[in-house]
């Protein structure tokens, strides 16, 4: 398997872009079953990431919103 960047250093659209690369060849038919695994992995990590940016950006919203209902 051709090794993405780190999560770390993508930005969300990056991974989900990942994501969406690597359910594809999961869901490919002619995809040799020895890759499936490190292919589901890699998902499995993409998906933590883009829970956690997303949190992370929720919480900031949320800060904003507070900021500006005290305003």
Known sequence: MKKGKDTS???YKEAIAELE???AKIEDP???IEEISSYV???LELV???QLQLRSYKEEI???S???SHD
């Open 41 to 43: 992995k890699r998902s």
């Open 66 to 68: 507070k900021k500006e």
């Open 62 to 64: 949320d800060k904003l």
């Open 30 to 32: 002619l995809t040799n």
């Open 9 to 11: 250093e993508k930005s």
């Open 21 to 23: 690369e690597l359910v």
């Open 48 to 50: 933590n990431y883009c």
